[in-house]
Protein backbone atom coordinates (compact mmCIF):
# COMPACT_ATOMS: atom_id res chain seq x y z
CA UNK A 1 0.00 0.00 0.00
CA UNK A 2 1.40 3.71 -1.15
CA UNK A 3 -0.06 6.26 0.66
CA UNK A 4 0.33 9.62 -1.18
CA UNK A 5 0.24 13.49 0.50
CA UNK A 6 0.06 16.59 -1.24
CA UNK A 7 0.42 20.07 0.26
CA UNK A 8 0.88 23.71 -0.88
CA UNK A 9 -2.41 24.50 -2.21
CA UNK A 10 -3.70 28.00 -1.59
CA UNK A 11 -5.22 30.86 -3.12
CA UNK A 12 -3.10 32.82 -5.72
CA UNK A 13 -3.71 35.86 -7.85
CA UNK A 14 -3.56 35.25 -11.80
CA UNK A 15 -0.36 35.48 -12.85
CA UNK A 16 1.53 34.34 -9.31
CA UNK A 17 3.03 31.32 -8.43
CA UNK A 18 2.64 28.26 -6.17
CA UNK A 19 4.76 25.32 -5.52
CA UNK A 20 2.69 21.47 -4.89
CA UNK A 21 4.63 18.67 -3.00
CA UNK A 22 3.50 15.26 -2.45
CA UNK A 23 5.30 12.37 -0.14
CA UNK A 24 4.94 8.92 -0.91
CA UNK A 25 5.06 6.07 1.75
CA UNK A 26 7.57 2.95 0.27
CA UNK A 27 10.78 1.83 0.55
CA UNK A 28 11.11 1.32 -3.77
CA UNK A 29 9.77 5.21 -4.33
CA UNK A 30 12.59 5.35 -7.12
CA UNK A 31 10.68 2.73 -8.98
CA UNK A 32 7.52 4.96 -9.34
CA UNK A 33 5.96 6.51 -11.94
CA UNK A 34 4.36 9.86 -10.87
CA UNK A 35 1.63 11.86 -11.85
CA UNK A 36 -0.39 15.06 -11.28
CA UNK A 37 -4.38 15.27 -12.28
CA UNK A 38 -6.25 18.09 -11.47
CA UNK A 39 -10.32 17.87 -11.42
CA UNK A 40 -12.10 21.67 -11.92
CA UNK A 41 -15.40 22.42 -10.90
CA UNK A 42 -18.28 20.04 -12.73
CA UNK A 43 -14.97 19.21 -15.12
CA UNK A 44 -13.36 15.57 -15.27
CA UNK A 45 -9.95 14.62 -13.83
CA UNK A 46 -7.63 16.04 -16.24
CA UNK A 47 -3.99 15.29 -16.70
CA UNK A 48 -1.49 17.68 -15.85
CA UNK A 49 2.40 16.11 -16.08
CA UNK A 50 4.27 13.04 -15.37
CA UNK A 51 7.73 11.87 -14.56
CA UNK A 52 9.59 8.42 -14.18
CA UNK A 53 10.88 6.89 -11.60
CA UNK A 54 14.48 8.29 -12.48
CA UNK A 55 13.49 11.46 -12.91
CA UNK A 56 15.18 12.28 -16.08
CA UNK A 57 11.58 12.06 -18.36
CA UNK A 58 8.75 14.13 -18.00
CA UNK A 59 5.41 14.90 -20.08
CA UNK A 60 3.12 18.39 -19.80
CA UNK A 61 0.11 18.48 -21.02
CA UNK A 62 -0.11 20.86 -23.72
CA UNK A 63 -2.73 23.63 -21.01
CA UNK A 64 0.71 23.91 -18.94
CA UNK A 65 3.57 23.17 -21.23
CA UNK A 66 5.93 26.31 -20.38
CA UNK A 67 4.52 27.43 -16.95
CA UNK A 68 4.49 24.56 -14.79
CA UNK A 69 7.25 22.33 -13.91
CA UNK A 70 7.19 18.68 -12.46
CA UNK A 71 10.36 17.24 -10.54
CA UNK A 72 11.20 14.59 -7.69
CA UNK A 73 13.97 13.84 -5.16
CA UNK A 74 14.22 10.46 -4.57
CA UNK A 75 15.83 10.86 -1.20
CA UNK A 76 13.05 12.66 0.36
CA UNK A 77 10.15 10.48 -1.49
CA UNK A 78 8.92 13.52 -3.17
CA UNK A 79 7.41 15.12 -6.06
CA UNK A 80 6.70 18.67 -6.58
CA UNK A 81 5.02 20.98 -9.30
CA UNK A 82 5.90 24.27 -9.55
CA UNK A 83 2.96 26.44 -10.99
CA UNK A 84 4.27 29.67 -13.10
CA UNK A 85 2.64 32.22 -14.30
CA UNK A 86 -1.06 31.01 -13.03
CA UNK A 87 -4.41 31.54 -14.92
CA UNK A 88 -8.05 31.17 -13.21
CA UNK A 89 -8.88 28.32 -15.84
CA UNK A 90 -6.17 26.73 -13.43
CA UNK A 91 -8.09 26.70 -10.31
CA UNK A 92 -9.36 23.02 -9.26
CA UNK A 93 -7.92 20.21 -6.96
CA UNK A 94 -4.57 18.92 -7.90
CA UNK A 95 -4.27 15.29 -7.45
CA UNK A 96 -0.81 13.39 -7.28
CA UNK A 97 -0.99 9.95 -8.19
CA UNK A 98 1.41 6.62 -8.43
CA UNK A 99 2.16 3.55 -10.17
CA UNK A 100 4.87 1.10 -8.38
CA UNK A 101 4.98 -0.57 -11.75
CA UNK A 102 6.32 2.80 -13.05
CA UNK A 103 4.63 2.85 -16.46
CA UNK A 104 2.35 4.94 -15.16
CA UNK A 105 1.20 7.57 -18.11
CA UNK A 106 -1.59 10.22 -19.55
CA UNK A 107 -4.81 8.48 -18.00
CA UNK A 108 -5.96 8.19 -14.15
CA UNK A 109 -6.71 4.66 -14.60
CA UNK A 110 -2.86 3.88 -15.07
CA UNK A 111 -2.24 4.98 -11.56
CA UNK A 112 -2.95 2.81 -9.05
CA UNK A 113 -2.47 5.19 -5.33
CA UNK A 114 -4.39 8.70 -5.12
CA UNK A 115 -3.53 10.98 -2.89
CA UNK A 116 -6.38 13.33 -1.04
CA UNK A 117 -5.78 16.63 -3.61
CA UNK A 118 -4.91 19.81 -2.63
CA UNK A 119 -7.14 23.12 -3.61
CA UNK A 120 -5.54 25.84 -5.82
CA UNK A 121 -7.58 28.67 -6.53
CA UNK A 122 -6.60 31.22 -9.08
CA UNK A 123 -8.38 34.44 -8.49
CA UNK A 124 -8.71 37.00 -11.76
Known amino acids: QVQLVESGGGLVQAGGSLRLSCVAS????????MGWFRQGPGKDREFVTR????????YYADSVKGRFTMSRDNAKNTVYLQMNSLKPEDTAVYYC?????????????????WGQGTQVTVSS
Open 51 to 58: IKGSGGWT
Open 26 to 33: GRTFNTYA
Open 97 to 113: AADPRGLGGNAPGEYQY
